[in-house]
């Protein structure tokens, strides 16, 4: 995550990339800023409209601030 809160997170499968600009909670942003670059995550994506190419991370797989932060989780895009 960048200065501004921004990432860019990538499909796991297939070669997709998603700039990610916004988040419906402070907790979700805080959780995905402790992530290390390359760990894998499970979130849902709302696309912004009259953004471009902007997402917003609308949900957090529960397991991401259960789970060993050196263990890979299981990714979904929706």
């Known amino acids: 995550m960048n200065s501004h809160g921004a990432l860019t997170l990538s499909a796991a499968h297939g070669h997709r990339t998603f700039q990610v600009v916004d988040y ?4 979700i942003q805080a959780a ?3 992530r290390r670059r390359g760990e894998t995550v499970r979130v849902r ?6 953004r471009g190419e902007a997402w917003r991370v609308t949900e957090l797989d529960a397991t991401v601030e259960r789970a060993n932060p050196r263990q890979p989780l299981s990714p979904i895009n929706g």
Request: charged share 15%; aromatic share 0%.
């Open 24 to 27: 419906a909670s402070p907790s």
């Open 32 to 34: 995905l800023a402790r």
């Open 45 to 50: 994506l709302q696309r912004i409209n009259g």
